[in-house]
Each structure stands twice: as structure tokens, then as C-alpha cells.
């Protein structure tokens, strides 16, 4: 899957969670999740579920903890999808 | 953890604990009774001359019976000092009003697990009447964890 394609089905799953809507306009790898689009810590535990129903994989602990920005978000998706 | 133990471990006191009995704590869900007491502090103001239970409290029950109770049981099954490090942050709540409780009145909340992953547990909630009518309803999570002991 092309980076370019998990970009886009990412932005569908934040765009109900982000409060900064404007922060979805110039969406991209560099985006934080709780700086630019303003998604509280509970509520990227939610775009965390979505992500794994989406690509059908399993996220852990510590996956969590280092996933800021999309670029962490993408990398984490293609490691795991790699793994199944 | 008993019931008796979790109810002691509540980090709520008077005049806002809203928890009496809990009748069923396993891990996918918890319930619990309240009863409102005419002289609680809420009555003098909601509504003037009309006392009737505020939406607001009415949510916190829900959240101290079916996800505060239940975040207790799941993460500090062992020891008195887990419990004393738990820490709870309310999330989010969405909850639908059907029926008013007045002063006096004993309630039933009902509580059932959605998910607890990374700290985050969300709960579907019921609470019911002495009558056994629905009163109010609706999703309520909460960010529950145990703080780091000081080093």
C-alpha cells in the first residue's frame, strides 16, 4: 500500500476527532496529532481503534506512545501490516 | 478486589460520592445503587422550589458506578497500594435523559465494558428507577491509570 493511500484513508478517520479543522487542510506527514489538529489523548486512543479496523492490524503500548505525528502513524501501520 | 474494598478505595467523598452498594463488579461491566437524599446540596438550586436531580449528577453517578468502580476492579485487582495510586480523568460523555429523579429516590446503574485499551475505558451506561424505568442512558469514558510511584 502506498503511503499516499494510507495518507488518505488517515485523514478520514481524524477528521471526526479534530477540533482544529484548518489543521486538516494542509494534512501530510508532518502533522501532529495533538498540536495541529488539537485530537485530546483519549480521543487518539479512539483514531487508534479506527486505525486498526481499518488496516487490520494490532497496535501495542508502546506503538501508542511513539505515534505524534502521521509520519509515526504511517510507519507504524506498514511495520505491522508488514508482520501479518 | 470485593465490592466493599473498591467502594472503600473511591477517591469521592461527601457531598459528591454517588455510590451506596455495588452489586456486580466483574470485568466487563459493574452495578450499582444510589439514593438521592432530600438534603442533598443540588436541591436548593435545582430549581428553585422544584427540587428535581441535575442531568450533571445524574452523569456522575453513572460515571462513578460504571466506569470509575469498574477502572478500580480492572487495574488494581491485587493491592491496597495499587489502589491508592489510581488515577481517574473523565473523557467524554453522551447521554440521552428519558425520566426525572426527584429527591429521595433510589437509583439502579447498569454498566457494560465497550473497550479498555491504552488506559481509555469506555462504558455503556443505564441508569433505572426504583420502578425499573429507564431514566437516562448513554456512552461515558474515562482515562484510567495508576500514577508512577515517586522513586
Redesign the interface.
Known sequence: MQDKEILERLKKIVTPYTQEKSGLEGFNQSTDFIKDLQI????L??V??DVEDEFNIEID?DS?DGMLKVEDAINIIKSKRAES | MNHEHILSRLPYSQPFLFVDELTEVNPEGATGFYRFPEDAFFYKGHFKENPVTPGVILTECMAQIGVVCLGLHLLTQQTTEEAARFQIAL??TEVDFFLPVYPGEKVKVVSKKE?F????LKCSTEMYNAEGKLVCRGKI?G?VFLKDTEV
Open positions: 485530546n489523548s483519549a480521543n486512543v479512539d487508534v481503534l503500548n501508542m | 473523557s467524554s473497550y485499551r491504552f488506559n481509555k469514558a482515562m
